[in-house]
């Protein structure tokens, strides 16, 4: 499921925005202020000047509010600078906490369900597998890594352009098997508790759901009767293709190094690494953390588990 921002390369927007009226701003502190101020010094001169030349003269000089207005004429910024110095800490602002610490998504797809809705605006934390620079993604400081259970945001591998959100499943070096939709992780079948059916209100009908114990953290999936685990037609790896054995019905991978297994929560409804493959570390873009708000359920708001 691809996550769509309110545009695509809105950090790159930013970033370039930033430098753009961060450059205005420090031209003017360092060049064009003292220029302003250069020029209403002479300008007063020349005025002093004047009425000095006008009393020695006899004729009463100008004794109302013309020297202020001189200096406020002269050292007043232009409207291109005065913009770029109001905007250019907002933009600084929301570029480095979107970059390093929180940036806003909306789900708009159904491959998460019951976890997260079509609709929801989640949270995604940043900083929780390490600080990257932005724009080229790559990671600077270590922090964390992803675990089982854990719900991502990750660069989608067969196109990077695309945000996309899926639950860890294997982190490097499980074996993880998927048979007659149930998971084994190394070796440990996954525990499943029944639980009601859910009504899916996008598509009116029912699914089965079950209480997915994945290695001590619990979350709801879906699964849909009349589906099967997956098609085998439908896979088409990016890469490390040898790390997996399908079969009709069952597959097996093993996580290969800085790589992570993904599925989501609405299992027969997912396109996830059963069909395309691992996500490397270099695409993560954090974990998700809470739903801050959906316009049309405020109910929702509250963590991701």
């Not at 209403?40 to 002093?48: G, T």
């Not at 929801?120 to 890594?145: S, T, W």
């Not at 998700?288 to 359920?297: D, G, K, R």
Request: aromatic share 12%.
């Amino acid at each position: 499921m691809d996550i769509q921002t309110v545009l695509s390369n809105f950090a790159l927007i930013l970033f370039v925005l930033m430098v753009v009226t961060g450059t205005i701003w420090c031209l003017d502190v360092f060049v064009l202020s003292k220029q302003r101020r250069r020029a209403a010094d002479l300008a007063l001169r020349e005025y002093d000047e004047r009425n000095e030349k006008l009393r020695r003269e006899g004729i009463k000089p100008d004794s109302g509010n013309g020297r202020a207005a001189i200096e406020q004429a002269h050292l007043r910024q232009p409207t291109w600078v005065e913009y770029s110095g109001s905007f250019f800490p907002v933009i600084a602002l929301v570029f480095i906490l979107r970059s390093f610490l929180w940036e806003p998504f909306k789900i708009p797809s159904s491959s998460m369900v019951p976890t997260l809705l079509v609709g929801d605006f989640i949270l995604v934390n940043k900083y929780a597998y390490g600080i990257r620079l932005p724009i080229i993604n790559k990671k600077v400081i270590e922090v964390g890594a992803p675990q089982r259970g854990d719900v991502m945001v990750f660069k989608y591998p067969k196109d990077l352009s695309q945000d996309y959100i899926k639950r860890v499943i294997g982190v490097p070096g499980d074996k993880i098997t998927y048979e007659n939709k149930r998971l084994t992780v190394n070796g440990k079948p996954v525990a499943y508790t029944p639980m009601d059916d859910y009504l899916d209100d996008q598509h009116p009908m029912y699914h089965k759901q079950f209480m997915e114990n994945l290695t001590g953290v619990p979350h709801r999936i879906l699964n849909t009767e009349d589906r099967r685990s997956f098609d085998l037609g439908a896979v088409d790896f990016v890469g490390h293709r040898e790390a997996c054995d399908y079969s009709y019905d069952k597959f097996t991978c093993i996580v290969p190094p800085g790589n992570y297994f993904m599925m989501g929560d609405n299992r027969d409804n997912s396109a996830d690494s059963r069909y395309w493959g691992f996500v490397p570390d270099k695409n993560i873009v954090g974990k998700a953390i809470v739903v801050w708000m959906n316009l049309s359920n405020p109910k929702r708001i509250g963590s991701i588990q």
